[in-house]
């Protein structure tokens, strides 16, 4: 098992972590101790940001820095543990279209991203899907639903029909498109219980930072009839 050890003063830079939601903290004295993280976290950009941090791997309650073999110091104890997003809660005010509060403002909009996540929607156009679904198997269009969106498709679901058009990612009933990512990352929760606050809706975000709204009960399954009975 691994932790990470880091000075109070620099809790800031747990920003960029606190959606990570495995990982637990706990606190004493001047520093704030982590730890359950996936194997990949700790190698990460977002830790790696975190000024004069010590990965330690615990061996027989005694704490090693990572890549070393003599122990440092012993694990505390009486270390009260608890998710980090609970350690560290972010309180927002009341949420105003796309800002947040009132005398100051949090623009919500769209950054690449450096993760890679896996596509869960398709957004296409009639002719591409079209000339797909007239030949599709029946058990290849099962597992998907799908929405019309002006004069475009939205399909959602996996694995994706192999066809032209923009793919997206979920987060928080959010699909964001491929290779993009929130700019206030940590926030997405927030955003969407704001947003969508009885998780009730499905929100796309377009590059442009634009968003549609799409409620959940108007998906309905993909399949030769349903979308032929659509087009009549």
């Known amino acids: 098992m691994y932790f990470l050890e880091i000075n109070k003063k620099y809790t800031d830079f747990l920003g960029a972590i606190r959606n990570w939601d495995t990982v637990?903290?706990?606190f004493d004295e001047q520093t704030v101790w982590l730890k359950d993280f996936l194997p990949e976290q700790l190698n990460s950009i977002e830790i790696q940001q975190i000024p004069f941090h010590i990965v330690y791997e615990l061996k027989a309650n005694l704490l090693f820095k990572k890549g070393s073999l003599l122990p440092s110091k012993k694990l505390p104890?009486?270390?009260l543990w608890t998710p980090i997003m609970r350690a560290f809660p972010v309180k927002l005010p009341k949420f105003n279209h796309n800002y947040f509060g009132i005398d100051q403002t949090l623009q919500i909009q769209l950054k690449p991203s450096e993760t890679a996540h896996q596509?869960?929607?398709?957004?296409?156009?009639?002719k591409e899907m079209k000339a797909y679904i007239e030949t599709a198997p029946d058990f290849r269009l099962k597992p998907l639903t799908w929405v019309v969106l002006d004069q475009n498709i939205l399909v959602i679901g996996n694995p994706l029909l192999p066809i032209k058009g923009e793919t997206y990612w979920f987060k928080n009933d959010f699909l964001l498109?491929?290779?993009?990512?929130?700019?206030?990352?940590?926030l997405s929760k927030t955003i969407q219980q704001n947003l969508n606050p009885f998780s009730e809706e499905i929100l796309i975000w377009n590059k442009d930072n634009s968003c549609i709204k799409i409620a959940k009960n108007k998906m309905k399954?993909?399949?030769i009839s349903s979308f032929r009975l659509t087009f009549l």
């Open 24 to 26: 637990k903290a706990a």
């Open 77 to 79: 104890s009486g270390l």
């Open 119 to 126: 596509s869960h929607a398709l957004l296409t156009d009639y």
């Open 177 to 186: 498109p491929a290779g993009y990512d929130l700019e206030w990352s940590v």
């Open 221 to 223: 399954q993909l399949s």
